[in-house]
């Protein structure tokens, strides 16, 4: 078949192979792409003790570095969320990579705040150093490569993304397309000659299985530059053995990522998924989608005036400005990206096979991930876990910078330049790389690594001079509560701003950073809601030694909550932050003296010994059978394990809903009695008004007729085989919206009061 769209390349040779140019030029940009990354972070006014990122999600980072330093891995801490500890199952991090390397930086620096700054100070030239080798291999000229390599590595991406750190290595991108660029040609597959050997087998392998492991983000687009590699090797030669390699390439791809969040998936059909962490909702993949315009405009903050006018209007004017500001390409991504799409709808009659694959993986990365594409689909059908489509910039960047340079080497090869080949190479390189620098990037902000440094370093103090006023090995109780992770912030408060006790100390535990929606949350949540007096007491129960208090948590900066702790225990804050914003209460005295948990202490055990007892219905209080359940009551008896099926409580009790659950389901710490009479306490909403509701215990099922208003219903069950489940279930469930009575959409069936247990002999 004629392929009238894309034509093998042919190696040109624009400047020497002596092989002290092989691995000079490549050594010469790791070096300038390393002093360009310290300059650019701030140069000598950069202290490399002090975090780059210490506010927002850079707090979380340094949290996580800390915790894979302490253990072995970061799923578990008992310094966080003490003193039930802090699993992170329920919220994946598949970046074991990015992990791996932070803890090895973390080990041999002793400081989670070094191992942060160096991994994105070395995230410069890795990503240099990729691009570079990726450029040689689509063999683009040694200069050219070069220059690529610089323009690539300080993206506006690369700064504008400090505090989702693992992004900054971004190195992934240039290596998947150029996977798939192999795969185009039939160079990557079960069977050729080059790629037949098994050693070539493992190696390629091994690469992907790597690649996988630095974001689940990046490996999924990869994944979709090796399926459109595999279309148009297809479409290019009409048989499914072509497709082979990029179905190898996907499935050890895939594979990758299930391993990375295979402890995640284990751990939630062990204990059920948890409802309230990592929520994502198919609307945002429309939120944090890709916006082409975004691609081509100018940075944030662009050093020439009226660019930076263009951009700050835009982000000002226009809906869905989040995230997605940082994916500027600068003007020479942009050139190579309009060429590529040029390419695409106005073909010539034979392409470079090399500029075909770029702009076919370019545009079907617009097309999936831009706001409104086939991302939304996916979000809707498959998952909506992965939302921040428009991280697929740098793999755009990749391909558009590659395009630029791809013509630039055309315009070279012409008559008039090949005498001084070398020459203009050269001067074009060095032109490319000082444009991008004033594109492409913003000198450096000094003034926010001093403010930084000066948080940073106030915490250091204030956490220190707490571990000398109690014991060692002690906990510590933080105020306000805050939930963890990815809750909006307390007034002042960041998400992640409690994070710093735990950061600066060596032995003592902190409760912040129990996984919300899990016992410890609960337990902490439900404790900050309580008076104060009743938490410093719960607080000692639990062998606090003392109160951290954030101000920035409160609107009238904490003075009211500091009242209230002085007059409790008859004296002032033991010690004042150096910011002013943190404050310390010690709870150990002559009445109070240090204690501690017995060793292996449950979560139910922690509670009941401090008279606490929540769960996801919230407080649970001492009844017995006989008393029975007020449903107008928060929280349920400590005689019910488990409740399904009803809404939320209100003056008069509960309304069955079965948007929840079709029946109501009450499981019972213990097996019910042999012989007992149901008490129940409740009225039939709309169509279940004298229809009737089925009541099952074990194989016996009953039934009643609901009436309009509350009544009194007794239904006696024999139970031999001691079932501790009752199930009931209305005859109509529907909403009050479908009845056109409100606009209430819970699917409505049983009011229920009260309900109690009578012993039968």
């Not at 801490?77 to 039930?84: C, E, I, T």
Request: charged share 15%; glycine share 8%; hydrophobic share 45%.
């Amino acid at each position: 078949m004629t392929d009238i769209f894309a034509k093998p390349f042919v190696e040109t040779r624009l400047e020497s192979t002596r092989p002290a140019l092989k691995w000079g030029v490549p050594a010469a940009l790791v070096v300038l792409a390393t002093l360009m990354g310290w300059f650019l972070i701030g140069g000598t006014g950069f202290n490399l003790n002090d975090p780059l990122a210490y506010n927002g999600d850079g707090m979380l980072i340094l949290a996580l570095i800390k915790r894979v330093m302490d253990g072995t891995w970061l799923f578990h801490s008992d310094l966080m969320g003490a003193p039930f500890g802090s699993y992170l199952y329920d919220y994946p991090i598949p970046d074991s990579g990015s992990l791996f390397v932070l803890k090895w930086l973390g080990l041999m620096s002793g400081s989670p705040a070094v191992a942060l700054n160096l991994y994105y100070l070395l995230g410069f030239p890795i990503n240099a150093l990729s691009a570079y080798l990726v450029l040689r291999k689509l063999r683009v000229s040694m200069a050219l490569s070069f220059a690529g390599g610089f323009v690539f590595t300080i993206l506006p991406f690369h700064f504008e993304r400090v505090g989702h750190l693992f992004y900054t290595w971004y190195f992934a991108a240039p290596i998947f397309v150029w996977y798939a660029f192999k795969i185009y040609r039939g160079e990557y597959a079960l069977r050729t000659e080059k790629s037949g050997r098994p050693v070539a087998h493992i190696k390629h392998a091994l690469l992907l299985l790597v690649l996988s492991c630095f974001g689940v983000y990046y490996s999924f687009f990869g994944v979709l530059t090796f399926i459109v590699a595999g279309m148009m090797r297809y479409l290019r030669m009409r048989s499914l053995a072509s497709i082979y390699g990029a179905v190898l390439a996907i499935v050890i791809v895939a594979f990758g990522i299930v391993a990375n969040v295979t402890p995640n998936l284990i751990d939630r059909v062990q204990h059920g998924a948890n409802h309230e962490t990592a929520a994502r909702s198919p609307i945002e993949a429309e939120i944090y989608g890709l916006k082409t315009v975004q691609l081509l405009l100018p940075r944030i903050g662009h050093r020439f005036e009226p660019l930076a006018k263009v951009t700050t209007k835009y982000s000002a004017t226009f809906p869905l400005v989040n995230e997605n500001m940082t994916a500027s390409l600068g003007f020479i991504g942009s050139i190579g990206f309009v060429a590529l799409l040029l390419s695409i709808f106005a073909p010539r009659a034979q392409q470079d096979e090399r500029i075909f694959l770029l702009a076919s993986v370019t545009l079907a990365l617009l097309l999936f991930c831009s706001i409104g594409g086939f991302s939304s689909l996916f979000a809707v059908l498959i998952t909506p876990m992965i939302r921040a489509w428009n991280r697929v910039s740098v793999f755009i960047a990749f391909t558009s910078i590659a395009a630029s340079l791809l013509m630039l080497e055309q315009l070279l090869a012409r008559d008039w330049a090949k005498r001084n080949a070398a020459r203009w190479t050269t001067l074009t390189a060095l032109g490319l790389c000082a444009f991008a620098y004033w594109d492409q990037t913003t000198p450096s902000c000094v003034s926010c690594l001093q403010s930084s440094s000066t948080d940073f370093n106030s915490d250091a103090r204030f956490v220190a001079d707490i571990e000398k006023q109690v014991p060692k090995g002690s906990t510590i109780y933080q105020l306000p509560y805050v939930g963890f992770p990815e809750v909006p912030p307390v007034n002042n408060l960041g998400t992640y701003d409690l994070a710093s006790g735990y950061l600066h100390s060596k032995a003592l535990g902190w409760s912040w950073g129990t996984m919300k929606g899990r016992p410890g949350d609960l337990f902490f949540r439900e404790m900050a809601s309580e008076p104060m007096e009743q938490q410093i007491a719960t607080a000692r129960k639990l062998c606090f030694s003392g109160v951290y208090l954030d101000r920035r948590g409160y609107t009238d900066g904490g003075a009211a909550v500091e009242a209230q702790l002085q007059q409790i225990l008859g004296r002032p804050a033991a010690l004042v932050s150096g910011t002013k914003q943190q404050v310390f209460f010690n709870l150990v005295d002559g009445q109070h003296p240090a204690c501690a948990l017995p060793a292996g202490i449950t979560p139910d055990q922690m509670m009941e010994h401090a008279n606490l007892v929540v769960d996801n219905s919230g407080v649970k209080y001492h009844a017995a059978l006989s008393d029975g359940i007020n449903f107008s009551r928060p929280g349920l008896p400590d005689f019910l394990k488990q409740l399904d099926g009803l809404s939320g409580v209100e003056p008069w009790g509960r309304w069955s809903d079965a948007s929840l659950d079709p029946s109501v389901r009450l499981r019972f710490t213990d097996p019910l009695p042999a012989h007992f009479v149901l008490h129940l306490r409740a009225q039939g909403f709309g169509p279940n008004v004298g229809k009737p509701t089925r009541v099952a215990v074990g194989n016996e099922v009953q039934s009643f007729m609901p009436s309009a208003a509350p009544t009194d219903q007794a239904l006696s069950f024999s139970n031999p085989k001691g079932a501790d489940l009752i199930t009931i279930t209305p005859a109509q469930a529907i909403s009050p919206k479908d009845l056109g009575t409100s606009s209430d959409d819970r699917r409505l069936g049983l009011g229920m009061e009260q309900l109690w247990i009578e012993t039968a002999p």
